[in-house]
């Protein structure tokens, strides 16, 4: 017994000790890639930001929003703002998690994001990605 809670913690630690390298080493290349990356991508960047600069008239029930997930947009929108401060990976998503969480919270934390249909989701993922100005996706 003894030796397989042993087992466990040194497994989890090595776990641990890999994400942590993983993220060290993303982080340590994340500019230079990041930066070949954007120039490559730039053409298909520009037309999607302007598809979305083009359509930031729409109002949260054009697409369909509910109105108890308009309490926390501004704050979601926050959060998707730091996307492309995240340098691993496993950062994104967590922001991206956050994002979500944050954006399907109700005001007595009654609701949680496996409550949330698809539908829902998608309405207020939508209008984030057109709500929020994020220059390199």
Known sequence: MCLQKLLAKQELQMTLLKQAVGIYIHHGIHDL???I??????????SFN?????????????LGVKPEFSIN???A???L????????PLLK????????????????HTMNIEAVSADDLLSVVLYLL????IPNW
């Open 50 to 62: 302007k598809i979305t600069r083009s359509l930031q008239e729409l109002q949260q029930n054009d």
């Open 130 to 133: 057109i709500k929020t100005e």
């Open 81 to 88: 703002s730091q996307l492309n401060q995240q340098t691993s």
């Open 73 to 75: 947009l501004s704050r």
């Open 33 to 35: 890639i990041f930066n």
């Open 77 to 79: 929108k926050r959060e």
């Open 93 to 108: 998503v967590l922001c991206l998690r956050r994002v979500l969480l944050t954006a399907t919270q109700t005001p007595r």
């Open 37 to 46: 990356v954007g120039t490559y991508e730039a053409s298909q960047d520009a």
